[in-house]
């Protein structure tokens, strides 16, 4: 298996574009999650999702963060306007089982610069 | 006071040391403790996982939990230079409530 798969793996954007990061879970993983990583405040979940369905979006920070799961192959995270704070690595973990319990596998990651 | 607290590091041991990596935290309804080990420029990768107090091993690797004090320490024996990475506990509480801590930087010198 290719593990979690992310695109792109970095991004430079100006202020107040549109930014779309996109992640494939592993085959037949129930979970997906969306993380934020920085300095300043480490690894914060943003969003899960059980079977293509968020279930917890309370680490969303505004309303600017948008993410959907079309199917269960696929995710994406949005945010519009991106704003030089949002500059992170936002990582895609997927999970087979019980998610909170079970094994997350993260992705690579993708680095994003806001200017 | 945040959730949970963890030494930032960065950790320098020679190879072959002992080293003892730490995490504390305040809510008492946490109740499954991860550590999780993160090298440069990756995603973190799971390396324990533990229920309840005590201690869990796996190879060079002991995981300890103390609800009691609420505190939870990794423990990595015989220490090797791909050890070197970026070490998070994270800790549940009942199926919400995922927490990581910011991470402590460890670094093994040959």
């Known amino acids: 298996d290719a593990g979690v798969i992310q695109s792109p793996r970095h991004e430079v954007t100006e202020m107040g574009q549109e930014v779309t990061l996109r992640c494939k879970p592993i085959?037949?993983?129930?979970?997906l999650f969306w993380y934020r990583q920085t300095m300043m405040r480490g690894l914060e979940l943003l969003i899960y999702f059980n079977n293509n369905v968020p279930i917890d979006d309370s680490g969303m920070p505004e309303d600017r963060f948008s993410a959907k799961m079309p199917n269960a192959s696929f995710s994406t995270l949005k945010i519009q306007p991106s704003e030089p704070r949002d500059s992170a690595v936002y990582f895609c973990?997927?999970?087979?089982?019980?998610?909170?319990?079970?094994?997350?596998?993260f992705g690579p990651g993708t680095r994003l610069l806001v200017l | 006071q945040k959730e949970v607290e963890q030494d930032p590091g960065p950790l320098s041991v020679p190879e072959g040391a002992i080293v003892s990596l730490n995490c504390t935290y305040s809510?008492?309804?946490?109740?499954?403790f991860m550590w999780y080990r993160q090298y440069s420029r990756k995603g973190p990768e799971l390396l324990m996982y533990t229920y309840s107090s005590g201690n869990k091993e796996d190879g060079r690797f002991t995981a300890q939990v103390d609800k009691s004090s609420k505190y939870i320490s990794l423990f990595i024996r015989d220490s090797q230079p791909s050890d070197s990475a970026t070490y998070l506990c994270?800790?549940?509480?009942?199926?919400?409530?995922?927490?990581f801590g910011p991470g402590t930087r460890l670094s093994v010198l040959p």
């Open positions: 994270a800790m549940i509480e009942s199926g919400q409530n995922f927490v």
């Open positions: 085959s037949g993983h129930d979970y």
């Open positions: 809510n008492s309804a946490f109740q499954y």
């Open positions: 973990a997927s999970s087979k089982l019980a998610g909170f319990t079970g094994t997350q596998y």
